[in-house]
């Protein structure tokens, strides 16, 4: 017997005893409850921190590994009388294990009235990579192997799809890739009945219509309601000690007219301690509630750079809480939130004006397709010689780099990786950039074995790779596998399916992921996918004339 989605969800509730909280939407550019009460987010950042190194390309600091927190029932059991404490009623979580169990926390939360505010990326190799961005099959199946995983909770306010991916103006081609993320995780939710609220996390910059940060929240914000953000996150530390209403002049004037719900997905200045939490009043009051609905503080647990509120023992028992927990809580217990304007009078959903390209901010409206799994699965299958075989090192990603970079360039004479590149700043997407790093990686090893003449030395790379003896032999045999592969698989926007979880890694390639959660989302492909491949074929039969041989 088929049950409906609304009734599965029913009895997954019940199963783990988790009584419905308040169902929480969006009405015009706020948040409303069930009731017709305005909810603001008064939360707290709720991850223990990982390893931490600066990216060698950009110096912006990001993790290396993670801990998930809603994985840890006896911790959240341990940490709720505290959560109760400072009156929140959300935690933001940075990352899970989707094959993990979550329903002790998942519960407790729930009854404690407190959502979750999860993001969907995984340090490392499970997120879109500012450097060079892409939305591949890898990204789409761990992403959605989180919100499967957690769709039976009544408690999870909205998932993030980026956090911090842009972070200077020279990355904001990393845009189209961040909503056409958050399209493909607003498809599959509504698939499934589920009203939760996609959202992304932003790297504050400098104010003005001009700059970076305002234009990508308007862009984010932009075009259709399958493609804009549901609700906005601005990671702001603007106001530092016992600051004033002018730290956040410029913000509030930038989103006074922003369509979407914002909110601050982070706050809590160190430069000038102690955190005296002055600019809750302020944030949750008259001064920017128009603009703002709340905010989310950071962080319950303790940084290596100084922030955290708490100290847990060492054998993970007890809780110690600090001066700026204190502090935090009296802000936070004397906030009232200001029921207005009404859900009747807060106006329709609409969009905002999609910007124009600038010195500051060049991304393209047309987004990248729906990544496919079919397509490259019979790449895979069909036309390679030779493949990627090291996938359980530790250093996989400075691997997978330094190999395709050397492929790449040894076989650019005919076209090279040119049909695996996507290009966010001019809309341009190649046929096969939906696929993931490593099997991109085999894409071009198997070029460059094949245009070295098949010689077992050129499929060697010290070990990594291995020769596929039922592989195309000839560049007629290759070139026909891919027009076959890009030909046979649909093109368009489609709505993935339900993925078969495994456990996730965070080992693998920079800016992709080597989580191969699923091979189930037999998506959409690129368009015209075929015809680019017959192109690029025909041009190189006339590049080469017909020799495919390296000397």
Same mark, same amino acid.
């Given at each position: ?106 519960? *407790? ?21 500012? @450097? ?49 993320? *958050? ?12 009203? @939760? ?30 493609? /804009? ?9 603007? /106001? ?30 160190? %430069?000038?301690?102690?955190?005296? /939490? ?8 008259? =001064? ?42 009296? =802000? ?161 926007? %489609? ?31 690129? @368009? ?24």
């Amino acid at each position: 017997m088929k049950f409906s989605n609304g009734f599965a969800a029913a009895v997954a509730l019940v199963s783990i005893g988790v009584s419905a909280l308040p169902k929480v939407t969006r009405t015009g550019r706020y948040l409303y409850q069930e009731d017709g009460n305005r909810f603001y987010i008064k939360g707290i950042a709720y991850q223990q921190q990982g390893i931490v190194t600066s990216n060698g390309l950009t110096d912006f600091p990001d993790p290396t590994d993670y801990i998930d927190p809603l994985a840890n029932a006896n911790g959240c059991n341990r940490d709720l009388p505290y959560l109760k404490q400072l009156g929140v009623n959300t935690i933001r979580v940075y990352s899970v294990n989707s094959a993990l169990n979550h329903d002790g926390c998942m519960q *407790a939360l729930s009854e404690a009235g407190i959502y979750v505010i999860l993001d969907l990326a995984l340090p490392v190799n499970g997120s879109i990579d500012r @450097v060079s961005p892409t939305w591949t099959s890898n990204l789409l199946d761990l992403y959605i192997g989180t919100v499967h995983a957690f769709l039976k909770y009544d408690n999870v306010l909205a998932y993030n799809v980026g956090n911090d991916v842009v972070t200077a103006a020279a990355e904001t081609d990393s845009a189209p890739f961040i909503k056409a993320s *958050a399209r493909d995780v607003k498809a599959y939710l509504k698939s499934k009945g589920s009203s @939760v609220l996609v959202g992304y996390s932003s790297t504050d910059g400098a104010d003005g219509v001009t700059d970076w940060r305002t234009s990508l929240a308007n862009y984010l914000a932009c075009d259709t309601n399958g493609t /804009w953000i549901d609700l906005y996150g601005l990671n702001a530390y603007r /106001w530092c000690g016992d600051g004033s209403i002018s730290d956040y002049s410029g913000i509030i004037s930038d989103f006074q007219n922003y369509p979407i719900p914002a909110y601050f997905s982070e706050f809590g200045c160190i %430069k000038t301690p102690p955190r005296l /939490w002055t600019e809750v009043p302020v944030l949750f009051g008259e =001064q920017m509630a128009s603009e703002w609905s709340g905010g989310v503080a950071f962080s319950y647990f303790p940084t290596t750079d100084g922030y955290g509120m708490v100290t847990i023992s060492s054998d993970g028992t007890s809780v110690t809480t600090s001066d700026d927990f204190a502090r935090l809580q009296t =802000q936070y217990t004397a906030v009232s939130f200001i029921n207005s304007p009404a859900q009747h009078a807060a106006g329709r959903n609409t969009q905002a004006k999609c910007p124009s390209n600038t010195d500051a901010f060049h991304a393209s409206t047309t987004l990248p397709r729906t990544p496919v799994n079919d397509v490259c699965e019979c790449l895979e299958k069909r036309a390679f010689g030779c493949v990627f075989s090291n996938t359980s090192s530790n250093t996989t990603s400075a691997i997978v780099a330094e190999l395709m970079e050397f492929a790449c360039s040894q076989t650019e004479w005919v076209g090279g990786c040119e049909i695996l590149t996507a290009n966010g700043a001019n809309g341009t997407y190649g046929a096969f950039s939906v696929c993931s790093p490593t099997t991109k990686l085999s894409y071009a090893l198997s070029m460059y074995y094949l245009l070295s003449g098949n010689q077992a030395a050129a499929c060697d790379f010290s070990g990594n790779a291995t020769i596929i003896s039922t592989g195309p032999t000839d560049i007629d045999a290759r070139f026909n596998a891919e027009i076959s592969c890009g030909t046979k698989f649909p093109v368009g926007i %489609k709505v993935p399916i339900d993925p078969t979880p495994t456990f996730p890694s965070t080992k693998g390639q920079t800016g992709g992921s080597n989580n191969d959660l699923t091979k189930n989302n037999d998506a959409a492909g690129f @368009v015209d996918a075929g015809d680019a491949l017959f192109t690029i074929f025909a041009s190189v039969m006339g590049l080469a004339g017909g020799m495919f041989v390296l000397l």
